[in-house]
C-alpha cells in the first residue's frame, strides 16, 4: 500500500537536502535562526509545508536527520509544535523537556529557544501570531494584556482540553487539504471564527499566568481603589509618579496598593505605570515622522532615560524594536 500522505501535501513550501536553503525558507516562514546537522555522516532530507491564515498558521516539518535549531527569543509569535513520530529535547528559557506525540511544546516568545529534533521526528506547527494572542486574551479579560503570555512549556496532548484543542486543529487542517484549499475558511468570517477558537481553546487548556484570571479563580474586575489608581497612573503617566504617591492619592499604604495590583492585576503598580508609558511610546512613534523625530525623544518624554533598557522594554512588549515602529 503506497504511504500516507504527510499533513498539507498540497501546500509544499519546499523540499531539500541543502542546509542553506532549508534554513533560509523555514526562516522566512517564522523567523532567522542557526540549523546544524549533529550528526557528520548524516543527510538532510527537509521538507515543509505551510497555510498560513490571518492570525494563525498549520505548518508541516521534517529535516529527515537530527539537527540542533537555536532561534533564540521568537519575540512576534508563538508556537505550539506537536511532533507527530520521535522526539525533540526542547529547552526554553529556565524550562526543557522531550517533546513526543503525547507532549506538544509550547515556547513562549521571551524565553531563549534552543532545540534538537531527533531523527525521524516530523512535526505538526500551529503558528499564532503574539499581538493577535494577546489582544485575543484581553477580550477574554475584558482589559488590556500589559504582561507577556508565558504557557508552560510542555502541553500533556490526552487531557480533555488539550484533545478538544486538537479536534480544532485537525478541522482546520482537513480544510486546508480539501480540493480548492480551505474550502469552507476561503470564507474571511469563518476563518476569523476558526481563528478565535482556536486562540481561545489554547488559552483555557495550556497552563498560563493568566490561567487564574480565565479560570475564575481570581476577579476580573479590579476594586474601586485599584480602578482608581489606575485612573491616576493614565492621567498622569508623563509625570515622575512613585508608588507611594498614588497610594496616597487613593487612600491606602503602599503594601496594600501593591497587594491590589497583585491579587486583581497580576502586576505591580510600577510595572502598569511602565506598559501604559510603553502604549503612549507605541501611539506617538506610529504617528510621528521619522525624519523629523528619534525614538530617544519620545522615549525620554515618557520617562525612559536609559535607551538600552527601553529598547528591551518595548521590545518585550510589541515584538519588535522602536525604531521599526517609528520607521512605519
Given at each position: 500500500?503506497p504511504?500516507?500522505?504527510?499533513p498539507?501535501?498540497?501546500?509544499?513550501?519546499?523540499?531539500?537536502?541543502?542546509?542553506?536553503?532549508?534554513?533560509?525558507?523555514?526562516?522566512?516562514?517564522?523567523?532567522?535562526?542557526?540549523?546544524?546537522?549533529?550528526?557528520?555522516?548524516?543527510?538532510?532530507?527537509a521538507?515543509?509545508?505551510?497555510?498560513?491564515?490571518?492570525?494563525?498558521g498549520?505548518?508541516?516539518?521534517?529535516?529527515?536527520?537530527?539537527?540542533?535549531?537555536?532561534?533564540?527569543?521568537?519575540?512576534?509569535?508563538?508556537?505550539?509544535?506537536?511532533?507527530?513520530?520521535?522526539?525533540?529535547?526542547?529547552?526554553?528559557?529556565?524550562?526543557?523537556?522531550?517533546?513526543?506525540?503525547?507532549?506538544a511544546?509550547?515556547?513562549?516568545?521571551?524565553?531563549?529557544?534552543?532545540?534538537r529534533?531527533?531523527?525521524?521526528n516530523?512535526?505538526?506547527?500551529?503558528?499564532?501570531?503574539?499581538?493577535?494572542?494577546?489582544?485575543?486574551?484581553?477580550?477574554?479579560?475584558?482589559?488590556?494584556?500589559?504582561?507577556?503570555?508565558?504557557?508552560?512549556?510542555?502541553?500533556?496532548?490526552?487531557?480533555?482540553?488539550?484533545?478538544s484543542?486538537?479536534?480544532i486543529?485537525?478541522?482546520?487542517?482537513?480544510?486546508?487539504?480539501?480540493?480548492?484549499?480551505?474550502?469552507?475558511?476561503?470564507?474571511?468570517?469563518?476563518?476569523?471564527?476558526?481563528?478565535?477558537?482556536?486562540?481561545?481553546?489554547?488559552?483555557?487548556?495550556?497552563?498560563?499566568?493568566?490561567?487564574?484570571?480565565?479560570?475564575?479563580?481570581?476577579?476580573?474586575?479590579?476594586?474601586?481603589?485599584?480602578?482608581?489608581?489606575?485612573?491616576?497612573?493614565e492621567?498622569?503617566?508623563?509625570?515622575?509618579?512613585?508608588?507611594?504617591?498614588?497610594?496616597?492619592?487613593v487612600?491606602?499604604?503602599?503594601?496594600?496598593?501593591?497587594?491590589?495590583?497583585?491579587?486583581?492585576?497580576?502586576?505591580?503598580?510600577?510595572?502598569?505605570?511602565?506598559?501604559?508609558?510603553?502604549?503612549?511610546?507605541?501611539?506617538?512613534?506610529?504617528?510621528?515622522?521619522?525624519?523629523?523625530?528619534?525614538?530617544?525623544?519620545?522615549?525620554?518624554?515618557?520617562?525612559f532615560?536609559?535607551?538600552?533598557?527601553f529598547?528591551?522594554?518595548?521590545?518585550?512588549?510589541?515584538?519588535e524594536?522602536?525604531?521599526?515602529?517609528?520607521?512605519?
Open positions: 500500500m504511504a500516507e500522505e504527510p498539507l501535501a498540497n501546500h509544499q513550501r519546499f523540499h531539500t537536502t541543502d542546509i542553506w536553503e532549508a534554513r533560509a525558507e523555514v526562516g522566512r516562514a517564522f523567523c532567522p535562526h542557526d540549523l546544524r546537522i549533529t550528526q557528520r555522516s548524516a543527510t538532510l532530507d521538507r515543509m509545508h505551510g497555510a498560513p491564515f490571518d492570525r494563525t498549520l505548518y508541516y516539518l521534517d529535516y529527515g536527520t537530527e539537527v540542533r535549531i537555536t532561534p533564540g527569543d521568537l519575540e512576534s509569535f508563538f508556537l505550539v509544535q506537536i511532533p507527530l513520530a520521535g522526539y525533540a529535547e526542547i529547552t526554553c528559557g529556565r524550562e526543557e523537556i522531550i517533546s513526543s506525540p503525547e507532549l511544546s509550547v515556547p513562549s516568545p521571551t524565553g531563549k529557544l534552543d532545540m529534533w531527533g531523527a525521524g516530523p512535526q505538526l506547527i500551529v503558528w499564532f501570531d503574539r499581538p493577535s494572542l494577546e489582544s485575543h486574551l484581553g477580550s477574554l479579560l475584558g482589559r488590556t494584556v500589559r504582561r507577556p503570555i508565558l504557557f508552560s512549556l510542555g502541553m500533556n496532548l490526552t487531557t480533555p482540553g488539550s484533545r484543542w486538537l479536534n486543529v485537525d478541522l482546520m487542517r482537513r480544510e486546508a487539504e480539501g480540493p480548492e484549499g480551505m474550502t469552507m475558511a476561503n470564507q474571511p468570517i469563518v476563518t476569523k471564527q476558526l481563528e478565535s477558537l482556536l486562540m481561545t481553546q489554547l488559552l483555557m487548556a495550556q497552563p498560563n499566568n493568566y490561567s487564574p484570571a480565565l479560570l475564575g479563580e481570581q476577579p476580573n474586575v479590579a476594586p474601586p481603589t485599584v480602578r482608581r489608581a489606575m485612573e491616576i497612573i492621567g498622569h503617566a508623563a509625570e515622575p509618579l512613585t508608588v507611594a504617591e498614588i497610594a496616597e492619592c487612600g491606602v499604604g503602599v503594601r496594600a496598593l501593591q497587594e491590589g495590583f497583585r491579587r486583581h492585576l497580576d502586576t505591580t503598580p510600577l510595572a502598569y505605570l511602565r506598559e501604559v508609558r510603553l502604549d503612549h511610546i507605541r501611539k506617538e512613534l506610529l504617528a510621528s515622522d521619522p525624519g523629523t523625530t528619534t525614538v530617544t525623544t519620545i522615549a525620554s518624554r515618557w520617562g532615560l536609559h535607551p538600552g533598557r529598547s528591551i522594554a518595548y521590545r518585550e512588549r510589541f515584538g524594536p522602536p525604531s521599526e515602529t517609528l520607521r512605519r
